[in-house]
């Protein structure tokens, strides 16, 4: 499985080759949206060694879509995204009640970011 490299500023995250080729199934912009939301909040996803892990998000509009993101986070590992997959709404609800949508992870940062007196604006 051959993994392309990213960075972000500091941080470094893998993107499977099997994410790469599902997310080319989306629009560009939705594509960029999807790509945006999930590297804003890879550092606050939670560390779990030897399981994947998911996330769900929504790229809103008059036609929203709703996707599932498989990833994986382990100690002193980079974050790996593995699998992308769109999802219905009521999939969605269903993360969102068990706090794995990408807005709770938003919601962590800003509040961390406000706690430690960084200004979000």
Partial sequence: ???????????????DDWFFSQLQGYRLTIAADII???IEILPELPKINGWSQKVAGVCEGNDPVFFAIEFLNQE???PILVDIETIDVDDYLDYIINNQ?????????IQSNTKEGVSTS
């Avoid at 499985?1 to 993107?15: A, C, P, T």
């Avoid at 949508?101 to 940062?109: D, G, L, R, V």
């Fill in 36 to 38: 945006g939301q999930i």
């Fill in 1 to 15: 499985m051959d993994l392309k490299q990213k960075y972000i500023e500091d941080s470094l995250y893998e993107i």
């Fill in 101 to 109: 949508h990408i807005k709770y992870y938003t919601n962590e940062q």
């Fill in 76 to 78: 002193q590992e980079v």
